[in-house]
């Protein structure tokens, strides 16, 4: 199970992605396919790619058959090649010709988070810096792709607006700019894990540094202007309290010029927004 949702949170989650594919009932299945069939079903791995949501993927067909026995062999976070064969399970026929479409979908989102996360955090080995998610997540699968992000080596940011400040441009400028949104902020302090302000150039970011943010975060910068903008927080608090991140169309091309600017944390929606699902196969064959 995912450690950011309990069970009872994970199969509502599931469930509602079933009766989603269900509809009405598997016509085709339970037309073609007697209840009395057991099958097997084994996961095969087709590319390279990191794991994620296999506990998941065997949870689907619990929930329709609670006799499914799963043999798991490799495990979330685990790098499988192809061919390799990271899970088997057995169960009612029915089961697992209704369940394959859900399961398979979650389990390729998740893999693909984790794989791209995985290259990400690659790229930036030996610098110190953190690859970080953001919310730009699927509705209604943000626990499930920050955990998938984590299964690949990367660091959730704020999971949700409740939890952090985190002062953008448009609060920014609806604030009355970049001093007045940070006065405002401190009566957050104690019920917000975290203050943080964006800053785009660094006029904005000697305002920010003259009001104690926690994270300062330089958005849409040259890394030649990050690592800039970095010594000047450095200077300003050579005890390093003030963290620094850099976000903004970030590439695996460009992360690695990014983290060697200095910064602590590298935020990248394309963990999540543009992972590409991988390729695997769930190859089914009757027992009896």
Same mark, same amino acid.
């Given at each position: 199970?995912?450690?950011?949702?309990?069970?009872?949170?994970?199969?509502?989650?599931?469930?509602? =992605? &079933?009766?989603?594919?269900?509809?009405?009932?598997?016509?085709?299945?339970?037309?073609?396919?007697?209840?009395?069939?057991?099958? +097997?079903?084994?996961?095969?791995? *087709?590319?390279? &790619?990191?794991?994620?949501?296999?506990?998941? =993927?065997?949870?689907?067909?619990? &929930?329709?058959?609670?006799?499914?026995?799963?043999?798991?062999?490799?495990? $979330?976070?685990?790098?499988?090649?192809?061919?390799?064969?990271?899970?088997?399970?057995?169960?009612?026929? +029915?089961?697992?010709?209704?369940?394959?479409?859900?399961?398979?979908?979650?389990?390729?989102?998740?893999?693909?988070?984790?794989?791209?996360?995985? +290259?990400?955090?690659?790229?930036?080995?030996?610098?110190?810096? *953190?690859?970080?998610?953001?919310? *730009?997540?699927?509705?209604?699968?943000?626990?499930?792709? *920050? !955990?998938?992000?984590?299964?690949?080596?990367?660091?959730?940011?704020?999971? $949700?607006?409740?939890?952090?400040?985190?002062?953008?441009?448009?609060?920014?400028?609806?604030?009355?700019?970049?001093?007045?949104?940070?006065?405002?902020?401190?009566?957050?302090?104690?019920?917000?894990?975290?203050?943080?302000?964006?800053?785009?150039?660094?006029?904005?970011?000697?305002?920010?540094?003259?009001?104690?943010?926690?994270?300062?975060?330089?958005?849409?910068?040259?890394?030649?202007?990050?690592?800039?903008?970095?010594?000047?927080?450095?200077?300003?608090?050579?005890?390093?309290?003030?963290?620094?991140?850099?976000?903004?169309?970030?590439?695996?091309?460009?992360?690695?010029?990014?983290?060697?600017?200095?910064?602590?944390?590298?935020?990248?929606?394309?963990?999540?927004?543009?992972?590409?699902?991988?390729?695997?196969?769930?190859?089914?064959?009757?027992? !009896?």
């Amino acid at each position: 199970m995912s450690p950011l949702l309990d069970a009872s949170a994970c199969h509502n989650l599931l469930r509602s =992605f &079933l009766a989603e594919d269900l509809g009405a009932g598997d016509i085709t299945t339970d037309t073609v396919v007697s209840a009395a069939q057991r099958a +097997r079903g084994e996961v095969i791995a *087709k590319a390279p &790619l990191v794991l994620a949501g296999i506990e998941l =993927f065997a949870e689907v067909f619990r &929930l329709l058959d609670s006799t499914t026995d799963a043999e798991i062999s490799r495990h $979330d976070g685990e790098e499988i090649e192809p061919g390799q064969i990271p899970a088997r399970l057995r169960a009612s026929a +029915r089961a697992l010709l209704t369940g394959e479409r859900v399961a398979l979908n979650l389990l390729q989102r998740l893999s693909g988070v984790a794989t791209l996360t995985r +290259r990400f955090v690659r790229a930036v080995e030996g610098t110190g810096a *953190k690859i970080l998610d953001t919310r *730009k997540t699927t509705p209604g699968l943000r626990a499930l792709e *920050k !955990y998938a992000v984590r299964a690949g080596g990367g660091h959730n940011h704020r999971k $949700d607006l409740g939890e952090a400040v985190l002062i953008k441009e448009n609060h920014i400028r609806l604030a009355g700019g970049v001093a007045a949104a940070l006065k405002a902020a401190q009566a957050a302090r104690g019920r917000a894990a975290w203050i943080e302000i964006e800053v785009t150039n660094l006029d904005e970011l000697r305002a920010a540094l003259a009001h104690g943010p926690d994270i300062i975060l330089l958005d849409n910068m040259s890394p030649a202007l990050v690592r800039q903008a970095v010594g000047n927080v450095r200077t300003h608090d050579p005890a390093h309290k003030i963290r620094t991140e850099a976000s903004g169309g970030i590439t695996l091309e460009t992360v690695r010029e990014f983290a060697e600017a200095g910064v602590d944390w590298i935020s990248v929606g394309a963990l999540t927004h543009s992972a590409p699902a991988v390729d695997l196969s769930f190859e089914i064959e009757s027992l !009896y």
